[in-house]
């Protein structure tokens, strides 16, 4: 009774009681999550990063992708848009690949929710986040799996290390990434625990995040997964292999099926839009092949070693000078058993393998090359590193000041030799110039000498002192003051390498952008319509700032509408496209209406993207010091027009954009005319130039003496009407040449200079170029420079061309009455009316072809036929047709269902694992029920077939059979001894913790 009054007296604890618990229990999660994000974000402020100076976070696909999908995905989380088709990119297209390879990771949920205004800060905060979160979950795998209970120092040291590693850093330039960084830890110990345990629920659950978060790094770790599986059975103590090996695998295979059928929603669609173009993106070689030497990867692990993300870049692997004494101290260490340092280094050594040898690392890439940030699986061999570095540094009382000693001098002589090497990344000192001024800025060998000597002393006296707090907290100091060092050097570098973009390019330019745009759709209520604009920070505009264009770059891309694209003449990068190269024809065909012009403020304006004097200026909108002006286009075709089945007849040429140009045309119009007319070249002259023809068509010109500054080519043209002239070289290979014009009278007198018309050849300057209007009779001079490093240039055809615009407006009128008028549209569906003058015409639409359209006429459903290469047309009926798109692809309905299959046996799992329930009882119940009413059934049919002595006695022995109720079925004779086995065999959480 007493002790009932004394239970009775004891308050409940309330909320805030709880909550004050738990955050004390948590203090040092917290600490481990605090600590990296706040020398990151110190290692920021110092760089001058908003809101301590102008610099940004933004650098190269950050900047010129990722930041325009998240303001477009943004936009679609808050209902303007759509998660699965955009009109932005490239025409149009399906979004499953930009979110599978961009923006899957829960942490998106930080840019969604911050106001839009602040995107580079979100940003910002994301990556601290995930800094943050990487050394929880690093901390949480130390702690678990330490044999015994760590020190607290290790325990904020090493996560610390883990989350600021090299790779960490330079790789906040592609924030989607490191979510690997955050379940890596969490998978390891799910496959600890299912081998040491049979659980699979700890294993199953980050590895199905991390295909969710980034299938393409998830492969990645996926590989790795499998061969931390076989370490891990390996590597138990006083056994081969682990108790139940085979049930094990069973065990490791169900799994990660379990968790591939969860990510199925992410996969399955992913692969249908790789599919459209990813995989046939480079030639792979597999020659056999070795990447770098062994002695230039070590420079690697020292400090402020960052070399370049270009393609040639080494792997980036540095995890401080701590782990560069600790790891082979881990191998010399007497408390540590051989079978462990085995392992460990056969799985290190392994993974070094596959960074050397070529077709390897092109296998773990996917079986291609990356065009920049080579090696994306390096922090795997990090990990590696830093956790033999913890495993040794609890057992430095294994281990003998000579062999930390040993390790020190060896290092010392190392960095000696490297100074004598004076490789480019790794150097004594680096100059550096800033507002005028020469300043000399230590680097990576001094560095490295001044910490491991630091942290040499520090280890001899944890060594001497091990239970001396004061040096454990200095040691820790050392490390983060050496993280912190080598964060800002690794920024610097970068800006130096690829530039981080100014804040103030960012903001408030996208603000502006976005408010003319809305002004344009105030002012245009129609359904659709495309625009562009002769401005563009990055092809990504249209998509980031809410107009449909174009211009887009992606990695997931649908190849045969941009190799379309810029067979009309665009501007074209394997993935992306430019609206650079427009004509007249092309601004009808893709019912471009609008575009943009950017007055006042000129920044990013390109001077090859001019608004025609045809195009009216309908409206304008005052943004900051910006004047946003809109010049309507007469000749807009709209999104589909009624054509004939020539338009399937059209076979687009590589060389010649004019000349498809004039066949698309003429198509729609039903009439052959040659709109664009190829011009005569009267002359060609060379200076300094020699000339040469391949064997491939191609015409070579290269400079003769380097001495002289002006090598060109010059072509005379003569002019046949009075119009625009424009210019396309077709080349395979790209060198960057200056394009001049001027008038021969003009040129011949010498009164003034050539005229500027453009460059050509490179990037976005490979596209049509207008020259400009000139009169009929003109003779033109047009003068190619060449201005690149490799002193030559290629071209397998020169092609000068005039334009009918006449002609043209009066043909765009007519094919305008058959256009397609759009009522109803939305991002995923749209209809409309189109009126077929005869049976067996097309509509004829830009839409890119993919699976998952499905298109009605009249409210039947057509089959798809696809034109120029890429675009849909459906069959029409005489007069007027009602059509309608839909977007929704059947793969896309498979995935789902397959997640739903996953995530059923997921649950299944956690109520064996967790709630302890026993799936076999259900089934053991059914079958006593079903014995039991099988045995009456029988008894019954006895008694009415045979005698009243044969039922007797058939009654008696019915009655001696003891009767088998559902409990005692339960109990005892189903009763499956492989449960009461796994059950002796698992241990809870708590227990598995404990040890």
């Given at each position: 009774m007493e002790e009932r009054i004394k239970k009775a007296a004891v308050p409940k604890k309330g909320f805030w009681d709880k909550t004050s618990s738990w955050l004390y229990d948590k203090r040092w999660y917290f600490l481990a999550f605090f600590l990296p994000a706040a020398i990151l974000f110190t290692a920021y402020a110092f760089f001058k990063v908003y809101p301590f100076g102008d610099n940004s976070v933004l650098v190269l696909d950050l900047n010129g992708q990722y930041v325009y999908y998240y303001e477009a995905y943004r936009d679609a989380f808050w209902g303007d848009g759509s998660f699965i088709y955009d009109w932005s990119r490239n025409l149009s297209g399906e979004m499953f690949g930009i979110f599978a390879y961009y923006l899957a990771s829960p942490f998106m949920l930080i840019i969604y929710l911050l106001p839009r205004s602040m995107m580079p800060t979100s940003i910002l905060i994301?990556?601290?986040a995930k800094v943050g979160t990487a050394a929880v979950t690093f901390r949480f795998f130390l702690k678990k799996i330490s044999p015994k209970k760590p020190k607290k120092v290790s325990l904020i040291v090493f996560p610390t290390i883990y989350a600021l590693m090299s790779y960490m850093v330079v790789q906040l330039m592609n924030p989607m990434w490191l979510d690997a960084l955050i379940y890596l830890p969490l998978i390891c110990w799910g496959v600890q625990r299912l081998v040491r345990e049979g659980k699979i629920l700890p294993y199953i659950i980050p590895l199905s995040l991390m295909f969710i978060s980034h299938f393409y790094i998830g492969y990645m770790v996926g590989i790795f997964t499998f061969m931390y599986f076989c370490y891990a059975c390996l590597s138990l103590e006083d056994r081969t292999l682990p108790k139940k090996f085979f049930r094990k695998c069973v065990y490791f295979g169900v799994g990660t099926l379990i968790s591939l059928m969860c990510a199925a929603f992410v996969l399955i669609p992913v692969y249908n839009s790789l599919k459209l173009g990813k995989f046939g993106f480079t030639t792979p070689d597999y020659s056999l092949a070795t990447q770098f030497d062994f002695l230039t990867f070590t420079t690697k692990l020292f400090p402020m070693s960052y070399d370049t993300v270009y393609p040639e870049g080494l792997p980036v692997i540095y995890c401080s000078t701590a782990a560069l004494l600790l790891v082979p101290l881990f191998f010399l260490n007497s408390k540590i058993s051989i079978k462990e340092k085995t392992t460990n280094g056969v799985l290190a050594a392994l993974l070094v393998i596959f960074m050397y040898i070529k077709p390897i690392d092109m296998a773990m890439h996917g079986f291609q090359m990356p065009q920049w940030l080579p090696f994306r699986y390096s922090f795997i061999f990090s990990f590696l590193l830093i956790y033999m570095s913890f495993r040794a540094f609890e057992n430095l009382d294994g281990i003998t000041m000579k062999n930390v000693g040993g390790i020190y001098a060896g290092l010392m002589i190392f960095l000696f030799w490297c100074e004598r090497e004076n490789y480019k990344h790794f150097q004594i000192f680096e100059s550096v110039i800033k507002d005028g001024k020469t300043s000399v800025v230590i680097q990576g060998v001094w560095m490295g000498m001044i910490c491991l000597s630091i942290v040499f002393a520090l280890l001899y006296l944890i060594h001497k002192y091990p239970k001396n707090k004061t040096i454990a907290m200095v040691f820790a100091a050392v490390i983060c003051l050496e993280l912190y060092a080598n964060n800002l050097d690794t920024f610097r570098k970068i800006d130096k390498d690829v530039a981080y973009s100014k804040y103030s390019s960012y903001e408030p330019y996208i603000s502006e952008v976005r408010g003319a745009v809305?002004?344009?759709?105030?002012?245009?209520?129609?359904?659709f319509y495309r625009m562009e604009a002769n401005f563009h920070r990055t092809v990504n505009d249209p998509?980031?700032?809410?107009?449909?264009?174009?211009?887009?770059s992606s990695s997931t891309m649908n190849a045969p509408?941009?190799?379309m694209l810029q067979k009309f003449g665009f501007a074209y990068g394997g993935h992306y496209t430019k609206y650079d190269g427009a004509t007249y024809i092309t601004d009808a065909l893709f019912d471009i209406r609008y575009i943009m012009e950017k007055t006042g403020d000129l920044s990013y304006v390109d001077d090859r993207i001019v608004v025609p004097q045809e195009y009216k200026l309908t409206t304008q909108s005052q943004q900051g010091k910006s004047t946003y002006k809109f010049y309507k286009n007469p000749n807009a075709l709209g999104l589909g027009v009624a054509v004939s089945k020539d338009i399937f007849n059209i076979q687009l040429l590589d060389i010649d954009p004019f000349a498809n140009q004039n066949s698309v045309m003429s198509a729609l119009t039903g009439e052959d005319k040659s709109y664009f007319r190829r011009l005569e070249v009267l002359e060609d002259e060379t200076n300094n130039v020699i000339r040469e023809t391949l064997v491939d068509g191609h015409t070579k010109y290269s400079v003769n003496d380097k001495n002289i500054t002006d090598s060109h080519i010059d072509f005379l043209v003569k002019v046949d009407s009075d119009s625009g002239v424009y210019m396309y070289f077709p080349t395979s290979y790209e060198r960057k040449c200056n394009v001049w014009v001027q008038d021969e009278r003009d040129y011949a007198m010498a009164e003034q200079p050539m005229s500027q018309a453009g460059q050509f050849f490179e990037s976005d300057e490979y596209s049509i170029l207008k020259l400009g209007d000139f009169s009929k009779g003109q003779t033109l001079r047009v003068r190619m420079t060449i201005d690149n490093k490799y002193?030559?240039?290629f071209w397998k055809d020169y092609i000068f061309c005039s334009f009918d615009y006449d002609t043209f407006a009066q043909d765009c009128k007519k094919v305008q009455q058959r256009s397609m008028n759009v009522t109803k549209f939305e991002d995923t569906y749209l209809e409309g009316t189109v009126t077929a003058d005869s049976d067996g015409q097309y509509l004829f639409t830009t839409i890119p072809y993919e699976n998952g359209w499905t298109v009605t006429v009249n409210g039947k459903e057509v089959k798809q036929e696809i034109a120029l290469e890429s675009l849909i047309a459906v069959p029409l009926e005489k007069g007027e047709n009602k059509v309608t798109f839909r977007f929704l692809p059947k793969y896309y309905i498979v995935s789902l269902i397959v997640t739903g299959f996953g995530v059923i046996c997921l649950v299944l799992v956690f109520l064996c694992e967790v709630k302890k329930y026993d799936m076999a009882k259900p089934f053991r119940k059914l079958a006593g029920s079903v014995r039991n009413?099988?045995?009456a059934l029988a008894v019954e049919q006895e008694?009415?077939?045979?005698?009243?002595?044969?039922?007797?006695q058939d009654n008696d022995e019915s009655e001696q059979e003891p009767h088998v109720d559902d409990d005692e079925c339960d109990d005892d004779e189903y009763e499956d001894d492989d449960y009461e086995d796994?059950?002796?065999?698992?241990?809870?959480?708590?227990?598995?913790?404990?040890q």
């Open positions: 994301m990556q601290l809305d002004t344009i759709k105030k002012f245009d209520t129609d359904p998509i980031g700032t809410g107009y449909i264009g174009l211009s887009h509408a941009l190799k002193d030559e240039t009413k099988v045995d008694e009415t077939d045979g005698g009243e002595s044969e039922a007797s796994e059950d002796e065999e698992y241990q809870d959480d708590e227990e598995s913790e404990e």
